[in-house]
């Protein structure tokens, strides 16, 4: 299916459903037991959903040219990207091998990375150079002094990576079937980031985070004043692709392609946005002038934090331009902090009395409720694999 037919399929069965009042549904309502937000949970959720699993990093057009880098702060792990002379994308620990200083913040260009603490410094593939005073260090081997690797891998837009050592990722497999074609078609790996990272701290659990982006049952209600001005409330697309999914939410002036044949519509993208869930943390949301990158992430058990970035369709008009920059700060502080978040952070309290002892994800839900069976069956996996491990030892 090349894109047009994609775009014309998500459009035909947004248009079906707001004549019919309906949406995509799930088989059944899901019960969710309330100890999914514990902290004994979370604590496993981080070793089996999050260090133990390949992350989307950032999109490839966080480091647009050779010879770029980006420091990446996730989790508590502070990662190096770069890109070298040839194009090549590599992950490392932002720790020098002297004394463990913090090498970059931010993004720049360099042909070389230099310690501000003794001018120790590595090339873009992490080796090793110049020492001040080798002397003083007479008898290392240099080879086993390079910057620490993790495994990365660059593909159909995306940068992928690991925060302890693992085996290497392959784009295609971590994507799946599906996926990485329609995400090669979008097209969007030289899109670039507009302004830096804007971190919310949200008064809620990770995964009660999360599931705000992941459907707009709410958007009628909880966004009257906002979204629901321009966008369809309560009709979404659902698509799974393994663990990752796509939805798609429909623009109000979708209705004006009833008015003509499908023949005529042309490009229907400015209709509709995507917005994908990457396994286990990130919502994609896209539409014709921009991408945004919501990285959610753990703090503990009540709390998280979300990386948001937005990046540009490079070629705008100045027109578009200005108004994706316009739009930025009015999606950030007044519809997710505002909104979002906020009601996020007034979720928790009634759970964490033990009187709540579930919640309930309803057939018109069926994108968390794919992300949650997601992470069940992770955690059942990662269970095993240490009863496995202690017998093994025991």
Same mark, same amino acid.
């Given at each position: 299916?090349?894109?047009?037919?994609?775009?014309?399929?998500?459009?035909?069965?947004?248009?079906?459903?707001?004549?019919?009042?309906?949406?995509?549904?799930?088989?059944?309502?899901?019960?969710? #037991? +309330?100890?999914?937000?514990?902290?004994?949970?979370? =604590?496993? &959720?981080?070793?089996?959903?999050?260090?133990?699993?390949?992350? !989307?990093?950032?999109?490839?057009? @966080?480091?647009?040219?050779?010879?770029?880098? =980006?420091?990446?702060?996730?989790?508590?792990?502070?990662?190096?990207?770069?890109?070298?002379?040839?194009?090549?994308?590599?992950?490392?620990?932002? @720790?020098?091998?002297?004394?463990?200083?913090?090498?970059?913040?931010?993004?720049?260009? +360099?042909?070389?990375?230099?310690?501000?603490?003794?001018?120790?410094?590595?090339?873009?593939?992490?080796?090793?150079?110049?020492?001040?005073?080798?002397?003083?260090? @007479?008898?290392?081997? =240099?080879? *086993?002094?390079?910057?620490?690797?993790?495994?990365?891998? *660059?593909?159909?837009?995306?940068?992928?990576?690991?925060?302890?050592?693992?085996?290497?990722?392959?784009?295609? *497999?971590?994507?799946?079937?599906?996926?990485?074609?329609?995400?090669?078609?979008?097209?969007?790996?030289?899109?670039?980031?507009?302004?830096?990272?804007?971190?919310?701290?949200?008064?809620?659990?990770?995964? /009660?985070?999360?599931?705000?982006?992941?459907?707009?049952?709410?958007?009628?209600?909880?966004?009257?004043? $906002?979204?629901?001005?321009?966008?369809?409330?309560?009709?979404?697309?659902?698509?799974?692709?393994?663990?990752?999914?796509?939805?798609?939410?429909?623009?109000?002036?979708?209705?004006?392609?009833?008015?003509? #044949?499908?023949?005529?519509?042309?490009?229907?993208? %400015?209709?509709?946005?995507?917005?994908?869930?990457?396994?286990?943390?990130?919502?994609?949301?896209?539409?014709?002038?921009?991408?945004?990158?919501?990285?959610?992430?753990?703090?503990?058990? $009540?709390?998280? &934090? !979300?990386?948001?970035?937005?990046?540009?369709?490079?070629?705008?008009?100045?027109?578009?331009?200005?108004?994706?920059?316009?739009?930025?700060?009015?999606?950030? &502080?007044? /519809?997710?902090? %505002?909104?979002?978040?906020?009601?996020?952070?007034?979720?928790?309290?009634?759970?964490?009395?033990?009187? /709540?002892?579930? !919640?309930?994800?309803?057939?018109?839900?069926? +994108?968390?409720?794919?992300?949650?069976?997601?992470? &069940?069956?992770?955690?059942?996996?990662?269970? $095993?694999?240490?009863?496995?491990?202690?017998?093994?030892?025991?």
């Amino acid at each position: 299916m090349d894109r047009t037919a994609l775009e014309h399929d998500i459009a035909r069965r947004l248009l079906d459903h707001i004549e019919r009042r309906t949406t995509d549904m799930a088989e059944d309502v899901m019960k969710l #037991p +309330a100890d999914a937000y514990s902290a004994a949970r979370q =604590r496993e &959720e981080l070793d089996a959903l999050f260090l133990d699993q390949p992350l !989307v990093l950032c999109l490839s057009g @966080a480091l647009p040219e050779p010879e770029t880098y =980006r420091a990446v702060d996730i989790l508590g792990t502070p990662v190096l990207l770069t890109r070298d002379a040839d194009g090549q994308v590599h992950a490392f620990v932002n @720790a020098c091998r002297h004394r463990g200083v913090r090498l970059c913040d931010g993004a720049g260009e +360099a042909i070389r990375l230099t310690c501000p603490f003794h001018a120790w410094n590595y090339g873009l593939d992490g080796r090793l150079g110049r020492l001040p005073v080798s002397e003083g260090f @007479a008898g290392i081997d =240099r080879a *086993e002094y390079g910057l620490v690797r993790l495994e990365v891998a *660059e593909g159909h837009g995306l940068i992928v990576g690991r925060l302890r050592p693992g085996s290497p990722i392959d784009i295609d *497999e971590y994507l799946g079937p599906g996926l990485a074609e329609e995400l090669a078609m979008l097209d969007f790996a030289d899109w670039r980031p507009h302004g830096e990272p804007h971190v919310h701290q949200v008064c809620a659990n990770w995964k /009660v985070t999360l599931d705000t982006f992941r459907e707009n049952y709410h958007f009628n209600y909880l966004h009257k004043d $906002t979204l629901a001005g321009y966008a369809v409330g309560g009709v979404l697309t659902f698509d799974p692709f393994g663990r990752h999914l796509r939805n798609t939410s429909a623009l109000k002036s979708i209705v004006e392609l009833r008015e003509r #044949p499908e023949a005529e519509w042309g490009d229907v993208s %400015g209709h509709f946005s995507y917005q994908y869930a990457l396994f286990p943390n990130v919502s994609l949301t896209f539409d014709t002038r921009h991408i945004d990158l919501w990285q959610v992430l753990p703090v503990d058990e $009540t709390s998280s &934090e !979300v990386v948001h970035t937005s990046y540009l369709r490079p070629g705008l008009s100045e027109a578009e331009h200005a108004k994706a920059v316009d739009m930025a700060p009015w999606i950030c &502080e007044t /519809v997710v902090d %505002g909104e979002d978040f906020w009601v996020a952070g007034r979720t928790e309290p009634g759970l964490r009395l033990g009187m /709540v002892d579930h !919640v309930l994800f309803g057939r018109n839900e069926p +994108a968390p409720q794919h992300l949650h069976r997601g992470f &069940e069956e992770e955690l059942m996996a990662y269970r $095993t694999h240490q009863a496995e491990i202690v017998a093994w030892h025991g």
